[in-house]
C-alpha cells in the first residue's frame, strides 16, 4: 500500500509558474513509477507527466511538452511537477499516482494509488 499527498496547488496569472510536489509512504520510494494526472470540470482525467524507477526515464503529454519537467527526490521521498508558461487551459485537479511498474505508463487504469488531488487555477 501506498499512500500520497499533493501540495503547490493555487492561483497563478497566465505566464507564471508552479512547482508541484507529491510525498509517498508505506513503500520503499525507489521501487515506483509515478505519473501526474490532471482534470478539468465536466473532462475526463488526463495524462500529463510520468518517470519511471529510473530518473532518466520521463514521458509528458504533447500540451505540456517544453513547459512542465517532472522529476524525483528519492531520499525526499517525492516527486515534483515544475509548471512554466501556464495557460487557462492548464486549469485543472492535478493529481499524483504511482505504479510498481518499472516504465511510464500513460493510462490511469495502470496506476492504483492515487493522490487527493490539488487545484491549480490559471487566470487571464
Known amino acids: 500500500q501506498v499512500q500520497l499527498v499533493e501540495s503547490g496547488g493555487g492561483l497563478v496569472q497566465a505566464g507564471g509558474s508552479l512547482r508541484l510536489s507529491c510525498t509517498a509512504s508505506?513503500?520503499?520510494?525507489?521501487?515506483?513509477?509515478l505519473g501526474w494526472f490532471r482534470q478539468a470540470p465536466g473532462k475526463e482525467r488526463e495524462f500529463v507527466a510520468g518517470v519511471g524507477r529510473s530518473a532518466g526515464v520521463t514521458n509528458y503529454a504533447d500540451f505540456v511538452k517544453g513547459r512542465f519537467t517532472i522529476f524525483r527526490d528519492n531520499p525526499k521521498n517525492s516527486v515534483y511537477l515544475q509548471m512554466n508558461s501556464l495557460k487557462p487551459e492548464d486549469t485543472a485537479v492535478y493529481y499524483c499516482a504511482a505504479t510498481s511498474a518499472i516504465g511510464v505508463l500513460v493510462t490511469r487504469w495502470a496506476y492504483a494509488y492515487w493522490g487527493q488531488g490539488t487545484q491549480v487555477t490559471v487566470s487571464s
Open positions: 508505506g513503500r520503499t520510494f525507489s521501487s515506483l513509477a
